[in-house]
């Protein structure tokens, strides 16, 4: 059963420490990990130190991606 403390698997993250934004991929031990949403290596961040984008990072994050998908 999952932790209902974490965030649900596929939910956009921003690790605190760096500022990166990724998506929920699971948990390891004590930490959740996260996946650019671009693709690419998960990295562990403490749950403590996640926190919910706000609108303009998220929108930011995926017109970047969908603008790397079609070549911009």
Do not use: C, F, H
Not at 40 to 69: C, F, H, I, Y
């Amino acid at each position: 059963m999952a932790d209902p403390s974490l965030p649900a698997l596929r939910t956009v993250m921003v690790d605190r420490r760096t500022g990166r934004i990724g998506r929920v991929m699971g948990s390891e031990g004590p930490y959740v990990q996260l996946r650019p949403l671009n693709g690419g290596r998960e990295w562990d961040v403490p749950p403590d130190q996640l926190r919910s984008p706000t609108p303009a990072e998220e929108m930011s994050v995926k017109v970047a991606v969908a603008n790397g998908r079609w070549g911009r």
